[in-house]
């Protein structure tokens, strides 16, 4: 099984709509990251999370909110999605040092 | 800030070719250095790492070394393989807040 899944995978939703993304992680890691990825841009970085009571604002975080349910758990949600929030989302988790990131599958988002 | 510039692509190799894909970072202070992978429709994962200056990562028949005199990581790899088509994203860590910054990737193609 992987170790850092996303669901929903692919998405499709409509302007105005709110809709969560959820991750969750099997490798007890208490550091927590949720990026997106455009063409071009590479990936930015929306929040983090260094354990279930820290949350911080990432480069891009307007728009967005999150939820750090458990060790395990992180959610993102788009509140009033807008199209230009289409696009490739990644949640990944590290460790205390935090020097390497396993990244889930990642969740393709379309915002019509 | 810190950031991380790499070549834009497509990269368009034949298979066995010699591949170098350039990345310079500017940092303060002594950053650790990556290469993720990112293959069709997967997330990204951790080619190889460097911690200090002079130190070279290697993984899968790519390496690379931490040039701190002139900011660089290079990929290289002797002879690439179609199986090496993938998008190819430098990342630095920033101590002062243990996040990963990354480069805009460089998608490579290697064609039989």
């Known amino acids: 099984d992987a170790d850092v899944t996303q669901t929903p995978r692919n998405r499709i939703t409509k302007t105005g709509k709110r809709i969560m993304l959820e991750c969750s992680q099997t490798?007890?890691?208490?550091?927590m990251y949720w990026y997106r990825q455009d063409p071009g841009l590479g990936l930015r970085l929306i929040y983090y999370?260094?354990?279930?009571?820290?949350?911080n604002k990432g480069e891009i975080s307007d728009g967005y909110s999150v939820s750090r349910q458990a060790q395990a758990k992180f959610s993102l949600s788009l509140e009033s999605a807008i199209p230009n929030q289409t696009a490739l989302y990644f949640c990944?988790?590290?460790?205390?040092?935090?020097?390497?990131?396993?990244f889930g599958p990642g969740t393709r988002l379309t915002v019509t | 800030g810190n950031s991380v510039t790499q070549m834009e692509g497509p990269v368009t190799l034949s298979e066995e070719a010699f591949l170098t894909i350039n990345c310079t970072y500017t940092?303060?202070?002594?950053?650790?250095l990556f290469w993720y992978v990112q293959y069709p429709g997967e997330g990204l994962q951790l080619l190889l790492k460097?911690?200090?200056?002079?130190d070279k990562g290697s993984n899968k028949g790519f390496e690379a070394t931490y040039r701190k005199e002139t900011t660089s990581f290079h990929l290289e790899k002797g002879s690439v393989q179609v199986s090496d088509s993938a998008v190819y994203f430098c990342?630095?860590?920033?101590?002062?807040?243990?996040?990963?910054?990354f480069g805009t990737g460089t998608r490579l193609q290697v064609f039989p």
């Open positions: 990944a988790t590290s460790d205390l040092l935090g020097y390497e990131q396993y």
């Open positions: 490798k007890g890691h208490d550091r």
């Open positions: 999370s260094f354990d279930v009571k820290d949350i």
């Open positions: 940092a303060t202070g002594y950053p650790s």
């Open positions: 460097a911690t200090k200056a002079d």
């Open positions: 990342a630095l860590s920033d101590r002062g807040t243990d996040k990963l910054i």
